[in-house]
């Protein structure tokens, strides 16, 4: 996984109301604004963005059910633009090594992606194909082996990865302490899967 985190800000939206029936009453809200202080992270700046403005639309479309409260109409909220300044990862190079952090049920790593980093589990539960990774363990052998990954990675707790990169210039002094961790991994994952071949479940 190559990309970054953003941090929002702020939220501003139009809102437009509608009775049961489908049509429009009221008049529309421009501009309405929400604080939000939240991490979005994507593989692209855009994807980071993206979820950011669907976390904002929601959160405009609470703020303005409690101000009608009473009032019988169904608010649409429409040109969500959010203020955000890049956290890491973005337009900054690559970096050989970040801290990354997910919700549960976020997605880490997808089926097919080709990475160049592994990640190192700091603090939360990951889940890959039923095997869990807790604090301490390690995955993403793709990247040490140049393959895409194999499998769909989600955080099963609130999660901080440290991620990597495998031209850390540092990595050939701490090799034997990856080999064994992803020696651990393996052994995580015979337990859970027995008869799976490492090689084509690469992370």
Same mark, same amino acid.
């Given at each position: 996984?190559? #990309? #970054?985190?953003?941090? =929002?800000?702020? $939220? +501003? #939206?139009?809102? *437009? %109301? %509608? !009775?049961?029936?489908g049509r429009e009453v009221l008049t529309r809200m421009n501009g309405l604004e929400v604080p939000i202080d939240k991490l979005f992270s994507g593989l692209t700046l855009e994807d980071a963005v993206a979820d950011a403005k669907r976390f904002a639309e929601g959160a405009l479309s609470q703020k303005v059910q409690? @101000?009608? +409260? #009473?009032? !019988?109409? *169904?608010? /649409?909220? !429409?040109d969500v633009a959010v203020r955000y300044r890049i956290k890491m990862g973005f337009g900054r190079g690559r970096a050989h090594q970040r801290e990354l952090a997910f919700e549960p049920g976020e997605q880490i790593v997808r089926k097919g992606d080709f990475g160049r980093e592994f990640f190192w589990v700091k603090d939360g539960l990951v889940e890959a194909? *039923?095997? /869990?990774? $807790?604090p301490g363990t390690v995955f993403g052998r793709a990247a040490l082996n140049d393959c895409v990954r194999k499998s769909d990675v989600f955080a099963k707790t609130r999660v901080r990865l440290i991620a990597i990169d495998k031209d850390h210039p540092d990595l050939r002094n701490k *090799?034997? =302490?990856? =080999? @064994? @961790? %992803?020696?651990?991994?393996?052994?995580?994952?015979?337990r859970v899967r027995p008869h799976a071949h490492l090689d084509r479940i690469c992370i």
């Open positions: 996984m190559n #990309g #970054g985190m953003i941090i =929002v800000e702020k $939220a +501003r #939206g139009t809102v *437009r %109301f %509608f !009775s049961p029936d409690q @101000k009608m +409260r #009473g009032v !019988s109409c *169904r608010p /649409v909220v !429409s194909d *039923r095997v /869990v990774y $807790a *090799r034997p =302490v990856i =080999v @064994k @961790k %992803f020696y651990e991994e393996g052994r995580n994952i015979h």
